[in-house]
């Protein structure tokens, strides 16, 4: 039987597994009669915190950050910083990963390995397969799209992203671009039937749901590849290692 904490994004059991945590850490210390350094509860409320974390199941680096989060905060409080900066910071972090706590999807950017290794897996050029259509899933700052549209200008390429600023960026960024688009938006709305290559390099939370969608709409012969994260239970018909920071892998299926 499915837990309904699981049925929560991880995000949100964090909060929850840290207000648990002081809460726990509160009533203990008031039993005790005990009164502590500021920092002293801080590592107290995060160890109790990484505890309930290892226990929930949760990824070893939400452990890490539950350890932490209150001894940072401690940490800066002390630091008597003006709460314009933490105001600036959130709202950076806020139009940079913008749904990250939904989607389980951060902002991940490709090397530039990455988009030549890219380049050979389009369809030839061909009067066959002329104006090939190509996607990619996530498209960040746009480092992709660009790439191709200038080694591969027999394409067309389009990008989808749901966070404003790199949006906005590659938006800005593919402007010059003919064969180029990008527009905001969520990768779940992208009809993929129109496109001969799909690309997505997200994370391995929405891979099998981003496989069923494949599966369901794009058409026999065309290409789905996936940059370091693979789909669960499905092989790639083609695997290509590349050298780079990362020892990034490219995921390739045929459909």
Not at 26 to 45: E, I, N, Q, S, W
Not at 170 to 199: H, I, K, M, P
């Amino acid at each position: 039987m499915v837990s309904p904490l699981n049925r929560l994004p991880p995000s949100i059991i964090a909060l929850l597994l840290q207000l648990a945590a002081f809460a726990l850490a509160v009533l203990t210390l008031r039993l005790l009669d005990l009164h502590p350094a500021p920092l002293v509860f801080a590592l107290l409320c995060g160890s109790l915190a990484a505890a309930f974390s290892r226990i929930a199941g949760l990824a070893r680096w939400w452990q890490l950050m539950q350890l932490l989060f209150v001894p940072a905060l401690v940490l800066m409080l002390a630091l008597n910083i003006p709460p314009e900066i933490f105001l600036a910071a959130f709202l950076i972090l806020l139009v940079v990963y913008w749904s990250t706590f939904r989607t389980q999807v951060p902002l991940y950017l490709s090397s530039d390995k990455v988009w030549h290794a890219l380049e050979s897996r389009l369809p030839p050029p061909s009067p066959a397969t002329p104006g090939f259509r190509f996607i990619d899933l996530g498209s960040g700052l746009g480092g992709v799209l660009t790439h191709l549209a200038k080694a591969r200008p027999d394409g067309h390429y389009s990008g989808v992203e749901s966070a404003p600023l790199p949006f906005l960026w590659s938006w800005l960024r593919t402007r010059g671009y003919r064969n180029c688009e990008v527009r905001w938006g969520s990768l779940w709305d992208c009809d993929l039937a129109q496109y001969d290559a799909v690309f997505a390099y997200l994370s391995p939370v929405p891979m099998e749901r981003l496989w069923r969608k494949a599966r369901a709409e794009m058409r026999p012969g065309s290409v789905f590849i996936s940059s370091t994260f693979a789909v669960p239970d499905q092989t790639a018909h083609q695997t290509l290692q590349v050298d780079d920071l990362h020892r990034s892998t490219l995921l390739i299926w045929r459909m």
